[in-house]
């Protein structure tokens, strides 16, 4: 990324002038891409009528076998983290409990379902490259 940056790659590639960009503050760029897409993708789940949240609800579609994705917040409590987490279901830990709170103008929540297989697939698609760019390793384009 380093080399990259120093060759002027990126801005070709882009098109466009970056302007001094450190590979840490890239690799921010990337990362809040990738977050602000997980958001938007969970607020079109929402207005398809195809993002349960809360425990009861997620609970009642899960045994209903409509759920294909489950998000847990990664600060949700290890118990419950457990109690859904050996459900048959994909699970995805992204995003805080006040997150998802904020992002739903509701109380904070960390349980949520997906019901509807295609925009299940793409979340989780987005999830893991965010889990991937927020672990990360310290080592810049060693991804």
């Known amino acids: 990324m380093r080399e990259a940056l120093k060759k002027g790659r990126i801005s070709r590639a882009l098109k466009k002038g970056v302007g001094r960009v450190t590979p840490d503050l890239l690799e921010e760029m990337i990362r809040d ?15 398809m009528r195809r993002l349960v949240l809360g425990r009861e609800a997620v609970d009642r579609e899960l045994r209903r076998g409509r759920v294909y994705l489950l998000l847990l917040a990664r600060d949700l409590s290890p118990r419950s983290k457990r109690m859904f987490g050996d459900r048959g279901v994909p699970v995805v830990e992204v995003g805080t409990l006040k997150e998802y709170g904020e992002a739903f103008s509701v109380k904070p929540v960390g349980v949520l379902a997906v019901t509807e297989e295609g925009l299940a697939r793409r979340l989780f698609f987005v999830a893991e490259k965010l889990r991937q760019l927020e672990r990360g390793n310290g080592e810049h384009g060693q991804r």
């Open 33 to 47: 891409a990738h977050r602000d897409r997980f958001f938007s993708l969970l607020h079109f789940c929402r207005k």
